[in-house]
T-cell receptor, first 114, second 114 residues
Framework: NAGVTQTPKFRILKIGQSMTLQCTQD?????MYWYRQDPGMGLKLIYY???????DKGEVPNGYNVSRSTTEDFPLRLELAAPSQTSVYFC?????????????FGQGTRLTVV | GESVGLHLPTLSVQEGDNSIINCAYS??????FIWYKQESGKGPQFIID?????DKRQGQRVTVLLNKTVKHLSLQIAATQPGDSAVYFC?????????????FGAGTTVTVRA
């Protein structure tokens, strides 16, 4: 059981480049999330999804886009990368309902924009 | 607005002693409060949650206490071990308001001294 898998683990982007952070889960969870974590800080929600075809903005959605075409996959797209997007990105999933509180996180993608 | 924060950013504990990690919250509408543990280089991991109609819940070596009067949440770890060294986050969720998100605080770094 792989849980939540994120790729890549590390990436360096130049300002203005674009990339997609991949996230897949094999637990058949309805809810999926993207968080970013800046050094020494907590997690800030970028986007979330409560099921295939449904996405919604979190606290810090600007500069990002998501899609949820399947239950398993929830890619995060960065358009026109900026230094302010240098961070560690975590994808997470949860079953939802009364188990919304128990989210399973991936290992993270460390992104540097130079 | 809602916020979840922690009283102290760092905590140093002697191995074998009990640890107490504190958190203050401001959103009275939240009905679940959660603790996560994040080890270095990994994603956060669910520890335990407590519903707002409870004031205490115990897990394996951990106890969460909720004081709604002063909007305070704490995590107690019994007989702290080196493997408990990590960053601990409190989080909250408002399931009654169809809120599918978890809001995280900034975290407390726990260091266990041998």
């Amino acid at each position: 059981n792989a849980g939540v898998t994120q790729t890549p683990k590390f990436r360096i982007l130049k300002i203005g480049q674009s990339m997609t952070l991949q996230c897949t889960q094999d637990m058949n969870h309805n809810y999926m999330y993207w968080y970013r974590q800046d050094p020494g800080m907590g997690l800030k929600l970028i986007y979330y999804s409560v099921g295939a075809g449904i996405t919604d903005k979190g606290e810090v959605p600007n500069g990002y886009n998501v899609s949820r075409s399947t239950t398993e996959d929830f890619p995060l797209r960065l358009e026109l990368a900026a230094p302010s997007q240098t961070s560690v990105y975590f994808c997470a999933s949860s079953r939802g309902g009364d188990r919304t509180t128990e989210a399973f996180f991936g290992q993270g993608t460390r992104l540097t924009v130079v | 607005g809602e916020s979840v924060g922690l009283h102290l950013p760092t905590l140093s504990v002697q191995e074998g002693d009990n640890s107490i990690i504190n958190c203050a919250y401001s959103n009275s509408a939240s009905d679940y409060f959660i603790w996560y543990k994040q080890e270095s280089g990994k994603g956060p991991q669910f520890i335990i949650d407590i519903r707002s109609n409870m004031d205490k819940r115990q897990g394996q070596r951990v106890t969460v206490l909720l004081n709604k009067t002063v909007k305070h949440l704490s995590l107690q770890i019994a007989a702290t071990q080196p493997g408990d060294s990590a960053v601990y986050f409190c989080a909250e969720n408002n399931s009654k308001g169809n809120d599918y998100k978890l809001s995280f605080g900034a975290g407390t770094t726990v260091t266990v001294r041998a």
